[in-house]
């Protein structure tokens, strides 16, 4: 009669096999996605944005309208390219720049405290945009001189000196 019992469920079974140590400590590595699950993406590579809103920053059709409230200016991928590339080369341009620095053995008097012009302790200090050092009269001298926009040290263009 136990033995009915216990093929009805009613006894719980004793487990035969000891389970791995491995198996206690919980899961080891990624786990395995649902299969009955499939995680999708929409993009919407051309979005329909409303021209009304877009323009006077108001929709008449308010919460019903179809079309997406934003105002922001997109830019396509050839002018974005054109920024990047552009970018790019300024970066380019000052990176040489200061591994010429590195590769040249120029005096310097006080650890880089001088204007690399006339060599004497800075006297009003400005920078350029690529990161020189001078005496402002120097850089005026040099830039009237030279009638040329560009950098004393490095030579790239240079259209404007800021003041540290």
């Known amino acids: ?22 198996q206690t400590g919980g899961a080891h590595g990624p786990l395995r996605g649902s299969t009955y699950i499939s995680p999708s993406m929409r993009i919407d590579y051309q979005p329909d944005i409303c021209t ?10 308010g919460e019903s309208c179809k079309y997406s409230h934003d105002r922001g200016d997109y830019k396509s991928g050839a002018q974005l390219e054109k920024e990047w590339s552009e970018a790019r080369k300024r970066r380019l341009a000052l990176d040489e720049c200061h591994d010429l620095e590195q590769t040249e053995e120029e005096e310097e008097v006080g650890d880089g405290h001088a204007c690399s012009i006339c060599r004497k302790p800075f006297v009003d200090h400005v920078m350029t945009k690529c990161n020189h050092h001078f005496c ?29």
């Open 136 to 164: 402002e009269r120097c850089a005026k001298n040099y830039h009237e001189k030279k009638r040329s926009a560009s950098c004393a040290t490095s030579r790239l263009v240079v259209y404007s000196i800021g003041l540290l």
């Open 52 to 61: 009304d809103f877009k323009r006077a920053g108001f929709c008449g059709r």
């Open 1 to 22: 009669m136990e033995q009915n019992i216990r093929k009805r469920g009613r006894v719980e079974p004793t487990q035969s096999k000891a389970p791995k140590k491995s």
